[in-house]
């Protein structure tokens, strides 16, 4: 079974892929379970791969939380793959003690640095360097699926880096950056509500025509790259950025 989350395209797009290599049935979009406020009660007779996106170099935090209230039987066995912008850090640390928790054998942990999204930080690369990382993590995830198939663990990565990345930094990250406020729609604002959609937080209402945003948010850029009017902005930070969202064919 693969579970992934994707708020702009990226995990989803190597979950579907390696579900091909693995002919895998079994699809999980666990942000549209979040969204209705729903946990799992899973079994499958195959490993479970999870397929994430990387905040602050640990798995998001709404997903671990997903992880731990729910409730997977048949076989133990649990990969984790993390799309990145820079790397995963040492995210297998934090995904290995998840699954001593949820009884789970760890398999590893491996990051695939795909296309930027965190626009409230960073820049997206442009459109050609954006195609050679999806070509590079198709590359990899095929790699990652053949170890899969043959029943091998995947690599963990961790430096020592990539510890305070994981630790110092996370915590940091999540207590000072992930907040709403800052968010805003311009004037180029529809009020198509496109936003409120994607949200998978159930943070943002339209009032008089436009996006309002609550309290709870995890930063996950849907609202911002998924607008289709480029009408959303995070205080001074994405202005003048490219925003990205990988479409699926």
Same mark, same amino acid.
């Given at each position: ?14 979950? =579907? ?65 993390? &799309?990145? #912008? ?10 290995? @003690?998840?699954?001593? &928790?949820?009884? =789970? ?5 491996? #990051?695939?640095?795909?296309?930027? /999204? ?10 050609? &360097? ?35 990345? @994981?630790?110092?930094?996370? @915590?940091?990250?999540? &207590? ?5 406020? #800052? ?18 937080? /159930? ?12 309290? /709870? ?33």
């Amino acid at each position: 079974m693969i579970l992934y989350f994707s708020a702009t395209g990226n995990s989803r797009h190597l979950a =579907l892929k390696l579900a091909e290599d693995l002919e895998e049935k079994d699809i999980v979009d666990i942000g549209g379970m979040i969204k209705k406020g729903k946990t799992g009660s899973f079994a499958s007779s195959n490993p479970y791969i999870f397929v994430l996106p990387t905040y602050g170099w640990r798995m998001p935090r709404i997903v671990s939380d997903f992880i731990e209230n729910s409730q997977f039987d048949g076989n133990k066995r649990a990969y984790f793959v993390l &799309t990145c #912008g820079d790397s995963s850090g040492n995210a297998g640390k934090y995904a290995k @003690s998840l699954c001593l &928790t949820k009884n =789970l054998e760890f398999m590893g942990c491996t #990051g695939i640095k795909m296309p930027e /999204n965190y626009v409230a930080m960073f820049s997206v690369p442009d459109e050609r &360097t954006s195609e050679t990382l999806i070509k590079s993590g198709e590359k990899e995830i095929k790699r990652l699926g053949q170890l899969i198939k043959e029943g091998n663990p995947i690599p963990t990565d961790h430096s020592f880096i990539g510890a305070l990345e @994981s630790g110092i930094v996370n @915590s940091a990250f999540y &207590t000072f950056c992930v907040k709403a406020k #800052g968010f805003r729609s311009t004037e180029q604002c529809i009020g198509c509500g496109l936003c409120v959609q994607y949200c998978v937080l /159930n943070n943002i209402k339209l009032k008089d025509g436009h996006p309002v945003w609550g309290n /709870n948010c995890t930063h996950c850029m849907a609202c911002i790259c998924r607008c289709p009017k480029e009408a959303i902005e995070y205080k001074n930070k994405s202005q003048g950025k490219r925003r990205y969202y990988l479409e699926e064919e």
